[in-house]
């Protein structure tokens, strides 16, 4: 399967990504490990190397689960993780990404993404320049692969407080938009 690059990143992406929301069983029945496992191991065989996963999907069994059937195959695959809302404190998104590498049993996360912005389900509102500091430390910590590559870019990336302002408003706008979809619901 031919790979797309991810916008002006080093990451190249297969098209068609494997989701693992269901691998982590939370408001799922029927679903077994084995056979989600042997799902997986299909998809990669198939030519699909990108895997979305998140710390909230199962409380980290999915992450677990992908682990299981990717491991022995992991410079050949994509790993997309998320931070859910309740973690976006600085602390927290380093716990939370600490947690996601236990769990995915790598020393690396490809790609590194923000879940939902702050105040999403009942979360506490955390300004977007402390989530973005935490996750700039995990560039310099190289957790995240796709930061790792992009250290010498992140120097040249410098956001104003008018600027993280602007991007935590239209996050609102967007946020305020999907909370008002009906199909929307609450964990």
Not at 72 to 82: G, L, N
Request: with cysteine; glycine share 6%.
């Amino acid at each position: 399967m031919e790979k797309r690059q991810l916008g002006r990143s080093e990451i190249y992406i297969t098209p068609i990504i494997m989701g693992t929301w269901q691998a982590g069983k939370s408001m799922w029945v029927g679903i077994e490990d084995a056979e989600t496992v042997k799902a997986m191991r299909s998809a990669f065989e198939a030519g699909i190397t990108t895997f979305d996963t998140a710390e909230v999907y199962g409380n980290g069994h999915s992450e677990q689960i992908v682990s299981q059937a990717l491991s022995d195959v992991r410079a050949e695959v994509i790993y997309a993780s998320k931070v859910f809302a309740n973690h976006l404190k600085y602390d927290a998104v380093i716990e939370a990404c600490d947690r996601s590498l236990k769990n995915l049993n790598t020393d690396y996360i490809d790609l590194y993404q923000i879940h939902w912005p702050s105040g999403n389900w009942n979360t506490e509102i955390v300004p977007i320049a402390e989530t973005m500091s935490a996750l700039n430390k995990l560039i310099v910590g190289a957790r995240n692969a796709e930061q790792a590559a992009a250290n010498a870019k992140a120097a040249e990336v410098k956001l104003s407080e008018e600027d993280l302002k602007e991007i935590d408003a239209i996050g609102r706008t967007v946020t305020d938009h999907l909370d008002d979809n009906p199909v929307m619901w609450d964990f």
